[in-house]
């Protein structure tokens, strides 16, 4: 089974080994007091948390682990629009709200555009993201997909490339056209986490590390409590998604942990790096079950794929991805790997991020569903809207029923291990 996490340093990850600082901030001890306190320094809590401060709220930030431990220090990098389930959100309020989801979908891209630049945060940010049709259905909702985003954008911001092309310009044979969308991207993520809070820190919040929380205790002023210490705040927001095990009266069963692995080749030759990705785009397949890959700055191959629901790790990580890596690019047959690493990511049965509150001051949101760098961004801008009262976008998901598995965790986990079986049978189907 998945170890639990407790007060552990990065995973041996090719970002943990290239991160732009290698964060020391304090333990918590004895009694702190905060307007607010954010409970997890993934990309959730520390975008939150620099929401807030932004926003000139004092922030206490606890952490576990290190910041960007977990999901968000480990991930593909894919800088994605959007957030799992919009569409469901539509079917239930009606096309009056298009425009505000519309908006929805690309703020947290603009947030991490706005924060690069205004914070000089070196994160390796480079503009492209391709969709690849591993299937002739597939083209189908490429051109429905085109015929939306023809409505919106400038046409400048995509670019439909067909079987030719996508050979020319991806150096495989495998993908029978692609959809490329430059308003994605994609970045080196534990660098832009660790770059997004010490600009929260620069403005004023306070960041605790190897501090896991192990309580909450409600009042008109919750208590966060840690082994040494606890912080007070007018309102506390929970940031743990997949690793927290907070409020389980509440949150139990919701969000299922499934395992997301990926490896990392040694640095290409120029040549080999220009025949397979001479756009330097991040790539994913348009699959249930997803392989998706990018280059990194130095030129390496980032390949993650497949997805484990069953609640155990593979013995070997590279015995599972390289085939899937090696199915597209056969070419780097004789390239050797450096990394391989996993983590946890956060996923609902209806892939709608679960957000809500307990007894009207702790917050949580929780759930991509494998799709959280851009969403953690916008929902935590959510959350920070709500703090101070301002509702609107926060309702929209708040309202949505989430469906809780009865039983344990791992009776949870193997329903869910079902129903993706069901998906990767249906993947297989031409
Ligand atoms: C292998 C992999 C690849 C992925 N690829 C992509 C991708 O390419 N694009 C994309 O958009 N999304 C991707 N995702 C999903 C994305 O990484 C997540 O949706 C996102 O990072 C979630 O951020 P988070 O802050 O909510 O959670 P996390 O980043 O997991 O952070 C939670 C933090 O809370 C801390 N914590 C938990 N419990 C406690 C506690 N009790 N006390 C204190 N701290 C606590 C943890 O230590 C951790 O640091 C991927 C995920 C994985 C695992």
Request: charged content about 20%; proline content about 4%.
């Amino acid at each position: 089974m998945r170890a639990q996490h407790q007060q552990q340093e990065h995973t041996n990850s090719y970002y943990a080994a290239s991160a732009s600082e290698r964060t020391n901030y304090p333990a918590l001890e004895g009694a702190v007091s905060a307007d607010i306190c954010v409970v997890g320094a993934g990309f959730t809590g520390t975008a939150t948390a620099l929401t807030l401060a932004e926003r000139g709220y004092s922030v206490a930030v606890v952490e576990a682990n290190r910041v960007g431990w977990g999901a968000s220090g480990r991930n593909g990098g894919q800088v994605i629009n959007g957030i799992s389930g919009l569409e469901k959100i539509r079917k239930k309020h009606g096309d009056g709200i298009a425009d505000t989801l519309w908006d929805m979908k690309w703020r947290g891209n603009d947030l991490i555009r706005e924060r690069v630049a205004r914070y000089a945060i070196d994160c390796d940010l480079k503009d492209g993201f391709a969709e690849v049709a591993t299937k002739p259905r597939q083209l189908a909702w490429i051109a429905e997909y085109v015929e939306e985003r023809v409505a919106h954008d400038a046409p400048q911001t995509y670019e439909t490339w067909d079987r030719d092309q996508t050979r020319e310009l991806l150096g495989t044979n495998a993908y029978h056209g692609a959809f490329v969308c430059y308003r994605d991207g994609h970045l080196h993520p534990l660098n832009l986490c660790i770059g997004e809070a010490r600009a929260a820190v620069n403005l004023g919040a306070t960041f605790f590390e190897q501090s896991p929380v192990t309580n909450i205790e409600h009042g008109a002023r919750p208590r966060v409590v840690t082994a040494d210490g606890h912080v007070e705040a007018d309102a506390v927001i929970l940031a743990g998604n997949a690793y927290s095990r907070l409020e389980p009266k509440h949150l139990s069963n919701l969000v299922f942990p499934a395992g997301g692995y990926i490896i990392a080749t040694e640095p290409l030759s120029d040549e080999l790096a220009d025949e397979i990705n001479p756009k330097d785009v991040a790539v994913c397949d348009l699959n249930k079950v997803v392989d998706y890959y990018r280059l990194s700055a130095d030129k390496r191959l980032l390949f993650g794929g497949a997805c484990n629901y069953s609640g155990r790790d593979p013995a070997s990580i590279a015995a599972y991805i390289r085939p899937r890596m090696l199915r597209i690019y056969p070419q780097l047959q004789d390239v050797r790997l450096e990394y391989e690493w996993g983590g946890d990511m956060g996923i609902v049965l209806n892939r709608i991020p679960t957000l809500g509150r307990i007894n009207g001051n702790v917050y949580y949101c929780q759930g991509y569903s494998g799709h959280g760098v851009v969403g953690t961004h916008t929902m935590g801008e959510i959350m920070a809207d709500a703090v101070a009262g301002t509702m609107e976008r926060f309702d929209l998901f708040a309202d949505m029923k989430h469906f809780r598995i009865p039983g344990t965790q791992w009776v949870g986990n193997q329903i869910i291990a079902l129903g993706m079986l069901f998906y990767k049978i249906k993947d297989r189907l031409p």
